[in-house]
């Protein structure tokens, strides 16, 4: 019998890499690592990252599961997962788009806050321009996006101390207004 050996993560994104004919140094940017610690892995000089963000940083660009590297061990807190989060993931595959795809069409600077949205690290942003360019890369319907949009301004003034049903009057005036303007200044 044939005994199996288990690839080694640092082979994994070699091949990764390779495959998608991607820079290391775009590779670098989109994990929040310098371009000489990729070099660094890929030539197997520093072990790969046990830090389970990078980790996870990885296992977006690259699209599988962080558990896929043995290096990966699962954090003890809770993750949450976000609706809106599955839905632009949904909406990247219903697109045909890989996940380096997706972030190429982002600016160099932008790309780690989006790779960090996708594993669920920080929420969707709650300026709608920013949303905006997220939706139209996936495009997005204009209402959908304006009720995640919402919905995650709604998580921002509850996490801020606000209690949205006792001031639903005001929530629903400030979200009509917000929405009759977006609609009426679609670009």
């Given at each position: 019998?044939?005994?199996?050996?288990?690839e080694k993560g640092s082979e994994?994104?070699?091949?990764?890499?390779?495959?998608?004919?991607?820079?290391?140094?775009?590779?670098?940017?989109?994990?929040?690592?310098?371009?000489?610690?990729?070099?660094?892995?890929?030539?197997?000089?520093?072990?790969?990252?046990?830090?389970?963000?990078?980790?996870?940083?990885?296992?977006?660009?690259?699209?599988?599961?962080?558990?896929?590297?043995?290096?990966?061990?699962?954090?003890?807190?809770?993750?949450?997962?976000?609706?809106?989060?599955?839905?632009?993931?949904?909406?990247?595959?219903?697109?045909?788009?890989?996940?380096?795809?997706?972030?190429?069409?982002?600016?160099?600077k932008k790309r780690i806050d989006?790779?960090?949205?996708?594993?669920?690290?920080?929420?969707?942003?709650?300026?709608?321009?920013?949303?905006?360019?997220?939706?139209?890369?996936?495009?997005?319907?204009?209402?959908e996006l304006y009720t995640m949009?919402?919905?995650?301004?709604?998580?921002?003034?509850?996490?801020?101390?606000?209690?949205?049903?006792?001031?639903?009057?005001?929530?629903?005036?400030?979200?009509?207004?917000?929405?009759?303007?977006?609609?009426?200044?679609?670009?």
């Amino acid at each position: 019998m044939k005994q199996i050996i288990p690839e080694k993560g640092s082979e994994k994104v070699s091949k990764f890499l390779k495959k998608n004919s991607l820079h290391k140094r775009d590779f670098a940017e989109m994990i929040g690592v310098t371009l000489s610690y990729v070099y660094n892995l890929i030539d197997e000089t520093v072990p790969f990252s046990t830090r389970g963000t990078t980790i996870e940083r990885i296992a977006t660009v690259m699209d599988v599961n962080p558990e896929e590297f043995s290096e990966y061990r699962i954090p003890q807190e809770p993750i949450l997962i976000d609706e809106s989060v599955e839905t632009l993931k949904s909406y990247i595959k219903d697109n045909n788009l890989s996940v380096v795809a997706f972030l190429k069409a982002f600016p160099r600077k932008k790309r780690i806050d989006i790779v960090d949205i996708l594993r669920g690290a920080i929420p969707l942003p709650i300026d709608f321009k920013e949303l905006k360019l997220i939706g139209k890369t996936l495009n997005i319907p204009d209402e959908e996006l304006y009720t995640m949009w919402e919905i995650r301004l709604k998580q921002v003034l509850e996490t801020s101390g606000m209690n949205i049903y006792s001031n639903s009057g005001l929530v629903n005036s400030m979200f009509e207004c917000a929405h009759k303007y977006i609609s009426e200044h679609k670009n």
